[in-house]
Each structure stands twice: as C-alpha cells, then as structure tokens.
C-alpha cells in the first residue's frame, strides 16, 4: 500500500539534491534567466551526472542510480523549488528520451546510448511536436522513408527541448500516413547528423535558460538499426512516454509551487505593516494556507502515480491528475505568492515573478491540462 515513509536511500538522495540545488543551482538561477543561458544549464546537467543523477530511475547495469520513481519525483520538488528551467531540461532528459530508448530498445541500442546517457555523457531530447500536431499528435506531417540500409527523415518539428546541445533525440515521423497514428515510428537520431538543422531557439515568457528549437530534418539519413522499436510503433512508444513524463511535470509544478510558497511564508513572517508582521493578518494567512494545502494534495498525487509506476501498475489516470493538480496549483500559488509580496512580487528583486512566468508552461507542454482532463473523464467514464 503506497505510504509516505522514505526509505533512507530516498532520504539521502532527496537531500543530495536539495544541497545541490541550493548551493549550484540557485545562485544564478535569476541571472541565466535574464540572459537566457542555455549552456549554463547544459553544465549543471554535465554536474548532475557527476552525482549520478542523469540515470537516477534506471538500472546501476547499464549507468543509472538504481533508484526509483518516488526518488525522482523527490528529486524534481528539490530542483524545481529553486529554478525550473533546470527542472525542465532534467525532466526531458530522464523520462522523455531516456524511458523510450532504455524500454523499448535493443539491448545494442541500450548499451550504445542509454548507458552514456545515465552517466550524464550523452544529454537526451523528444522530438514530437509539430507546427500543425501539438495535442493532436496523429496530425503529423514528418515523414520516414526506408532507403536501403537508411530511412531519410524529412519535416519540421518545433518547440523541442534540450535540441540544441542534445547528443541523442528520440524522433517520431510517419512510415505509412495511411496508416494515421499506427504509420508513426520512433527512432534514434544522434548528434551531428546530416540533415539535422535548429533553425530557431523559441524566445520565451518563462523557463527562459532552457533551450527549445525548431528542427528541420532535410533528408536526413538515420540508419535502420536506430529504428526504436517496429515501424507504426511511434505512437505508442510516444503515449507511454508521456504518461511518464507527467510524472515528472507534476513534481515540476508541485517543486515550484513549494518554492514559490516557502519564499513568500518567510517574507510574510518578516515584514511588517500597521505594527505586525502581515502573517499576522489574516487575509495572508488564509492565503498562505490555501497555498501550503495545495501544495500537499499536489505532492500526493505525484508521489502516488510514482508509486504506481514503481510497481508496475496501471498509472496513467494518475499520472494525468498529478500533472493536472500540481501545475494548476503551481500557477496558483505562484500568482499568490506575487500578491504576497505586494508590489515588490512584481519586481525582479524576489524570485516568485520569475516562478510563476515559470509555473504557466507545466499547465501546456507534455499534454496541456485540457487534455488530462479527456484522459480522466475518459477513465472515470469507461
């Protein structure tokens, strides 16, 4: 039965990475931000995998940390309370293109890019997303055509993470678009290869040190022995990623919204008006605990739908809840936290402007929240 007793190895690594977060990550969490440094983030990623957090939820055989769901989503609050655009690119990295290839890859396949990408070698990115196939992902218009020993993969896909200074993507085209979501396929695309152009770096409200391209594949040539999975494949191998992924957006939303809240309890309890600290009012303490029992829930469901995942159960109807409450709570406290502060909430003095510009994204990517809602309607409905 899921509980909330952390072993001592969940303890210990949740407090590696609050330490982690709080003497790397923080310190210029402000300043990448207002200059949009991606390669900054790239290095602290680089850092991570010296602590053997890049492969933290896979198998110590092939690189990883052998620890579990749970310790990743514990691991997610810790950064995310601190800066999200870190958050985001580690998210992407472990559930989004190290899932996939490490679950439905060869064991060549495994041994050649999983094991490099656990160590912190080899960063990881998901290319999905189109230009006209965001929610809709049956709409796409990338395609795949075999070649001899090659498929030549030919399209654009847009808002990709981690792109740019990824050594692996996990990319989706279709094989057979007669076929709709069945003519999809996944495959292993590296680094480097040619034909593989980022003709664009999105410019962006929030998680502004995180980098998201647009991607022109023009006859590119990807070998067939990096087809992940079967051909028609795609599809499926991208839902069940996704299922995952919220797992990792959930703590994402519930990390910044934890953040956002701890910033503005202190600040409440130092700052007077009319002769007392304003925690003392009770118009902010209504508020701040409204944001700290939103919190709570959000934290529950995310570390319910880990548990879910660890125990090889179905997760997919609580995975879409946790990412649904925990990023709706993240704009919500984040907002609160603003209001907290008054007017200085508004400035780039307190971090709390910065997570909520950062807390809007985990509401729209990996499944906007209107489309966790269809995964959950359609589950209670069944």
């Not at 809840?321 to 990023?327: E, G």
């Amino acid at each position: 039965m899921f509980n909330l007793k952390f072993s001592d190895d969940q303890e210990k690594i949740r407090l590696m990475v609050k330490d982690f977060a709080e003497q790397e990550v923080a310190p210029g969490a402000a300043a990448r931000d207002d200059a949009e440094d991606i390669f900054a983030v790239r290095d602290l990623l680089k850092k991570m995998g010296e602590l053997g957090l890049m492969g933290l939820p896979y198998p110590q055989e092939y690189g990883g940390a052998g620890a579990d769901q749970i310790t990743y989503a514990l691991a997610g609050f810790e950064l995310n309370k601190v800066d999200a655009s870190v958050g985001c690119a580690y998210s992407v990295h472990i559930s989004l293109a190290g899932w996939p290839i490490f679950h439905y890859g060869t064991e060549e396949q495994r041994r050649k890019y999983s094991t490099k990408m656990f160590s912190g070698e080899y960063i990881g990115a998901f290319g999905l997303t189109e230009p006209c196939a965001g929610s809709d992902s049956a709409a796409s218009q990338c395609t795949a055509v075999p070649d001899g020993d090659y498929y030549i993969l030919n399209g654009t896909k847009c808002f990709i993470t981690n792109a740019e200074f990824a050594d692996v993507i996990v990319m989706f085209a279709m094989t057979d678009k007669s076929k709709g979501t069945k003519g999809i396929s996944a495959f292993i695309v590296e680094k480097g290869t040619p034909g593989l152009n980022f003709t664009k770096r999105e410019r962006k409200m929030g998680i502004r040190s995180t980098v998201q391209n647009v991607i022109e594949m023009q006859d590119m040539k990807v070998p067939r022995e990096n087809l992940l999975g079967k051909e028609g494949e795609g599809f499926k191998i991208a839902m069940t990623t996704l299922d995952g992924g919220r797992i990792g957006i959930a703590a994402q939303g519930t990390g910044i919204a934890m953040g956002a809240y701890e910033y503005a309890l202190k600040y409440a309890k130092e700052r007077v008006q009319f002769g007392k600290p304003i925690a003392a009012q009770q118009v902010i303490a209504f508020k701040l605990a409204d944001m700290y029992a939103k919190i709570e829930a959000a934290k529950l469901l995310t570390l319910q739908a880990a548990w879910k995942k660890d125990q090889h159960m179905p997760f997919s109807t609580e995975a879409a809840m946790a990412k649904m409450v925990a990023t709706d709570t993240a704009m919500a406290v984040t907002t609160d936290a603003v209001q907290v502060l008054g007017g200085t909430g508004f400035t780039r003095e307190h971090p709390v402007e910065r997570m909520m510009r950062d807390a809007k994204i985990t509401q729209i990517y990996e499944g906007t929240n209107e489309i966790q809602r269809l995964v959950i309607s359609g589950a209670i409905l069944r």
